[in-house]
């Protein structure tokens, strides 16, 4: 099946750093991909769907300036967390959409704590 | 807005039990419905995938059923084993030209051996 790998699973950074986080999807190519935040104990809520080639679609209440998204290949997307800060603290998955059928395959996920 | 609600929360149960997961979404125009299983800070593995034509699918020991007319799915486990204990999250996505998929809290399942 498609696999979706994610970089780093864990990070530790200090408040005011910037912390990038890859997802790429190794062996299929993926136009899309999408980016989820999930707090503790809450479901994951997407944040940003990531196109290649193109400029990322936020979800309402997601700051694009802070959230950087960059999906340079068809099998890479990046997340920037710009001037990071605790509240930001969390665990962000990425998953890829595969066509045509349509089915998101999920990375990992990357655990982000921000001291 | 679409919302997604699992009951319960959390589960726990001795193993060999038979048990089942309950999800309720408030709008029933979907495309399809996912059950996801997820393990302590893992990403999500796919179990699966009910399109909203179908009434159920089954792999293994896993059977999900879907009513879409009263907004209801269900993930039955038969003969519960501890290797079965995780997060089983479910999900919808709403028509075929969407992509998202809206998340429900997941229950967080035990199973005792």
């Known amino acids: 099946g498609a696999v979706v790998s994610q970089h780093p699973s864990r990070v530790i950074c200090k408040s005011g750093t910037s912390v990038k986080i890859e997802c790429r999807s190794l062996?299929?190519?993926?136009?899309?991909m999408f980016w989820y935040r999930q707090f503790p104990k809450q479901s994951l809520m997407l944040m940003a769907t990531?196109?290649?080639?193109?400029?990322?679609?936020?979800e309402q209440g997601v700051e694009k300036d802070k959230f950087l998204i960059n999906h340079a290949s068809l099998t890479l997307s990046t997340l920037t967390v710009t001037s990071a800060h605790p509240e930001d603290s969390s665990f962000y998955i990425c998953?890829?959409?595969?066509?045509?059928?349509?089915?998101?395959?999920f990375g990992p996920g990357t655990r982000l704590t921000v001291l | 807005k679409q919302e997604v609600t699992q009951i319960p929360a959390a589960l726990s149960v001795p193993e060999g039990e038979n048990l089942v997961l309950n999800c309720s979404f408030t709008?029933?125009?979907?495309?399809?419905l996912q059950w996801f299983r997820q393990d302590p800070g893992k990403g999500l593995t796919s179990l699966l995938l009910?399109?909203?034509?179908?009434r159920e699918q089954t792999s293994g020991r896993l059977n999900a059923s879907l009513d879409k007319s009263s907004g209801r799915s269900t993930l039955y486990i038969a003969a519960s084993q501890p290797g079965d204990s995780a997060t089983y999250l479910c999900?919808?996505?709403?028509?075929?030209?969407?992509?998202?998929?809206?998340f429900g809290k997941g229950t967080k399942l035990s199973v005792i051996p």
């Open positions: 998953s890829a959409r595969v066509q045509p059928t349509d089915t998101q395959y």
């Open positions: 062996d299929f190519q993926a136009t899309t």
């Open positions: 990531s196109n290649e080639g193109s400029k990322a679609t936020y």
């Open positions: 709008d029933s125009a979907i495309y399809n």
């Open positions: 009910i399109q909203s034509s179908q």
């Open positions: 999900a919808v996505k709403n028509g075929a030209g969407s992509y998202q998929l809206t």
